[in-house]
């Protein structure tokens, strides 16, 4: 991979920041899992285009820079099969969201949770963050079991939380809490 920096997880599976050359592999990774990915996310649609997603990762890269959020794209080898970023970073309040998906082929295989267990890591070491939040649609029970396999705390189910066109979802909240993580 010509990438760097690259940080690797697990054996084949790596992080890398975005770069705006990123976002041809990224839409083609999003066009190829639409059914997967769109049943839990809302801003997974049929009509993204590549001027979405380089406006997408310039806002990710803009938000780095004012220390907003961190996106990574998860490499399997050479290839992009998903991103996993902290969002609405909130530095006075140290703390941040974590979001998250993956390509169809590369579910179960713990990559989730692997990537999901650095960015906890990294969010408490690095950025000196004390709570983090993951908000799983509540029928998506892979993303519900990644929250808990990592060791996040399910807080609360947020009702009718998310209008994705058409229904409202219920979303559950779950937290981490850096003391939680370290002392795992």
């Not at 190829?32 to 001027?51: I, M, R, Y």
């Not at 310039?58 to 998860?74: G, T, V």
């Not at 709570?131 to 609360?156: E, P, W």
Request: aromatic share 10%; charged share 25%; with cysteine.
């Amino acid at each position: 991979m010509n990438y760097r920096p690259a940080i690797k997880v697990m054996p084949n599976v790596t992080l890398v920041p975005p770069e705006l050359d990123m976002a041809e592999p990224l839409l083609e990774t999003i066009k190829g899992n639409l059914s997967h990915l769109s049943t839990f996310l809302d801003f997974v649609k049929e009509d993204v285009t590549l001027e979405d997603e380089q406006s997408y990762l310039k806002m990710m890269i803009q938000q780095h820079a004012d220390n907003k959020a961190r996106l990574f794209l998860i490499y399997y080898d050479e290839t992009l099969i998903g991103t996993i970023d902290l969002h609405n970073i909130q530095v006075t309040h140290q703390k941040a969201e974590v979001g998250y998906w993956i390509a169809e082929g590369y579910t179960g295989k713990q990559i989730v949770t692997n990537c999901v267990n650095y960015l906890c890591h990294y969010a408490f070491e690095i950025l000196a963050l004390n709570k983090l939040t993951i908000m799983a649609d509540k029928r998506n029970i892979a993303s519900n079991k990644v929250a808990k396999k990592v060791g996040f705390t399910f807080v609360a189910t947020d009702v009718e939380d998310v209008f994705d066109g058409e229904h409202f979802r219920d979303m559950n909240r779950y937290v981490l809490f850096r003391k939680h993580f370290l002392n795992k």
